[in-house]
T-cell receptor, first 109, second 112 residues
Framework: DAGITQSPRHKVTETGTPVTLRCHQTENHRYMYWYRQDPGHGLRLIHYSYGVKDTDKGEVSDGYSVSRSKTEDFLLTLESATSSQTSVYFC????????FGSGTRLTVV | DQQVKQNSPSLSVQEGRISILNCDYTNSMFDYFLWYKKYPAEGPTFLISISSIKDKNEDGRFTVFLNKSAKHLSLHIVPSQPGDSAVYFCAASGGDGNKLVFGAGTILRVKS
């Protein structure tokens, strides 16, 4: 979707290294979310934000942190990447109906 | 504990026939339900939604039915087309603010 950009689209990293994924929106939306998609689990909420500097944990937040210093940017950081964090990560914006970005495929080796 | 369950991992349907995708939920606080469609290497896209005050919502070939007493919803696609082949996610909100809870997804294959 043109209103949401995720970067990078693909990344391979080593176990134990920090990784930051970026979500950028041009819709000026208040709410932003990070989900991960895994087979058999669907989409699970990692963290979400309801405004600048206002963030909260989701269902699977262990090992992840987020920051939102500007309305348009929501960063997801894996503090020390593990193989269990190999996944596809999606950013979304919206109230009751979300618009998703195209995803970041992260592989931790 | 999964609050939204899609018990069929996959479904195969002949082109032109009806596709029925099912979803069950456990949280009685959910009051808004959505279906998303996802193609490979793309993000999920919104398909159709229904509020708990309704039992049916229709949009072209897509109809969602909600049975609150059974905590069950279904998505009907009629007629099915090969381009409908994708992963379909059921989602619900209302239990905890406006955050969406998703099911595991159902892979739909429409054969031509």
């Amino acid at each position: 979707d043109a209103g949401i950009t995720q970067s990078p689209r693909h990344k391979v990293t080593e176990t134990g290294t920090p990784v930051t994924l970026r979500c950028h929106q041009t819709e000026n939306h208040r709410y932003m979310y990070w989900y991960r998609q895994d087979p058999g689990h669907g989409l699970r909420l990692i963290h979400y934000s309801y405004g600048v500097k206002d963030t909260d944990k989701g269902e699977v937040s262990d090992g992840y942190s987020v920051s939102r210093s500007k309305t348009e940017d929501f960063l997801l950081t894996l503090e020390s990447a593990t193989s269990s964090q190999t996944s596809v990560y999606f950013c979304a914006i919206g109230d009751y109906g979300y618009t998703f970005g195209s995803g970041t495929r992260l592989t931790v080796v | 504990d999964q609050q939204v369950k899609q018990n069929s991992p996959s479904l195969s349907v002949q082109e032109g026939r009806i596709s029925i995708l099912n979803c069950d939920y456990t949280n009685s606080m959910f009051d808004y339900f959505l279906w998303y469609k996802k193609y490979p290497a793309e993000g999920p896209t919104f398909l159709i939604s229904i509020s708990s005050i309704k039992d049916k919502n229709e949009d072209g070939r897509f109809t969602v039915f909600l049975n609150k007493s059974a905590k069950h919803l279904s998505l009907h696609i009629v007629p099915s087309q090969p381009g409908d082949s994708a992963v379909y996610f059921c989602a619900a909100s209302g239990g905890d603010g406006n955050k969406l809870v998703f099911g595991a997804g159902t892979i739909l294959r429409v054969k031509s």
